[in-house]
């Protein structure tokens, strides 16, 4: 009898291991999730930042050498993260794809001129920043205009602010939750002990000798949670490099390593710190409290 009530009690306490790991995985695979989320928000943000082009349009007498000079110029440039010459004719040819006719014979000769198409770094492709980039190609002789859209940067640079502070935003309730919700499912699992406590207290035991092996399961329980999140997580985001490739994949194994240690550190750190207090409760009722 002793043996199979021995059993029952060693089923229960796994089970309830098993409960409180996995609710912790959960979690932290959510909020993981959603750091990965931001982290792929910012290198889509800067994807389009950096494929919004500038077009320095050329002046017609403007000779290859001055231009080649001007391109390698532009390529050394800390701000500048590719250029692209277009001459007379590719241009006349690009348009006349776009248009569907030949307004070169039609016209009897071509009008278009030649260009550089600028693209910036992301950091630079902001109002400001670009103002001063324009001021600086209209200074060179070669140029005759600089044309970009400049209402497009203007939104590109609000939706993604909007959008990052949304994530903010959601990111903090979503860690408030994530603290509540460990936070609970560890106090059930210390509440199911409370008479353990107690029966050791009774016999002298010291708060920190009762406290300990609570506080060492409570590490285990968050690094196993942690883990478990994090093989979610990979597994996430390896599905996502084959269906989005050119955005999400493993091209930054550090951001992403970085991640995976903060979802370890914040796992153990929140399984610690719900355990202690949950367990110092108890140590504070006395011995008829422990029925309400």
Do not use: C
């Not at 009774?202 to 196993?224: M, N, Y």
């Amino acid at each position: 009898m002793k043996k199979k009530d021995s059993q029952q009690t060693q089923r229960q306490l796994r089970n309830s291991y098993f409960t409180t790991v996995i609710s912790i995985a959960l979690v932290l695979f959510l909020l993981g999730a959603v750091g990965y989320l931001m982290l792929n928000a910012q290198r889509l943000s800067n994807y389009v930042k950096e494929n919004i082009g500038f077009n320095i349009v050329l002046k017609d007498n403007v000779r290859e050498v001055e231009v080649r000079r001007l391109q390698k110029y532009l390529d050394a440039s800390s701000y500048v993260k590719a250029t692209e010459y277009i001459d007379k004719d590719r241009a006349a040819k690009e348009l006349q794809e776009e248009l569907g006719e030949d307004f070169v014979d039609f016209l009897g000769y071509n009008p278009l001129l030649s260009s550089i198409e600028v693209k910036l770094f992301a950091e630079y492709a902001n109002p400001d920043s670009i103002k001063n980039v324009e001021e600086i190609f209209n200074s060179f002789p070669q140029v005759k205009e600089v044309f970009y859209q400049k209402n497009l940067i203007q939104k590109v640079n609000e939706n993604v602010n909007k959008i990052s502070l949304v994530l903010l935003t959601f990111t903090f309730l979503l860690l408030m939750i994530a603290t509540a919700l460990i936070n609970n499912t560890i106090r059930l699992s210390i509440y199911s002990k409370r008479f353990l406590i107690n029966t050791m207290q009774l016999v002298g035991a010291t708060k920190g000798f009762i406290r300990q092996p609570f506080v060492s399961t409570s590490i285990i329980h968050g690094l196993l949670g942690a883990l478990l999140a994090n093989g979610m997580l990979a597994g996430g985001i390896y599905v996502l490099h084959h269906e989005l490739g050119g955005f999400i994949g493993f091209d930054n194994i550090e951001l992403i390593g970085v991640l995976f240690i903060l979802v370890v550190v914040l796992g153990i750190f929140l399984s610690l710190v719900s355990t202690f207090f949950a367990v110092n409760k108890y140590l504070r009722l006395k011995t008829d409290q422990l029925y309400f």
